[in-house]
């Protein structure tokens, strides 16, 4: 399976992921500014308040908390520059989901100076 395969199946498995969360999906914005700083794979809504942004990473062995720390840093800054604006009404929570071969999906909230693992799902 090429890479754009892999990426195709894991953004499919990710969305069914986010819906077993208990979020609605919605379509990234593609036209904003932020999105040109802060490209987002999925958004998931939870009510009228609570968003999940997501961005989508396929690693290429297993996966641990220094592993994601250095191999998403880039995102996980990003992550945090959007979570130090303010976002209004909006609790806004920002996840790095890492896929190492497998098929298993790793979930890693972006808080202001760590990550933390919350789920790990297998396929």
């Given at each position: 399976?090429?890479?754009?395969?892999s990426f195709h199946s894991l953004k499919n498995r990710s969305a069914k992921l986010l819906?077993?969360?208990?979020y609605?999906?919605?379509?990234p914005v593609t036209d904003n500014e932020l999105s040109h700083s802060i490209p987002l794979h999925l958004i998931g809504l939870k009510g009228d308040y609570e968003?999940?942004?997501v961005r989508l990473r396929l690693a290429r062995g297993s996966v641990s908390i220094p592993y994601v720390e250095s191999f998403c840093r880039f995102d996980i800054c990003?992550?945090?520059s959007l979570l130090s604006r303010s976002p209004g009404n909006m609790f806004l929570r920002c996840e790095v989901w890492v896929s190492p071969p497998g098929h298993a999906i790793h979930c890693y909230e972006v808080l202001s100076h760590t990550i933390r693992e919350v789920a790990a799902y297998a396929r």
């Open positions: 399976m090429t890479s754009h395969e819906v077993s969360r208990g609605v999906p919605v379509q968003a999940l942004c990003q992550f945090r």
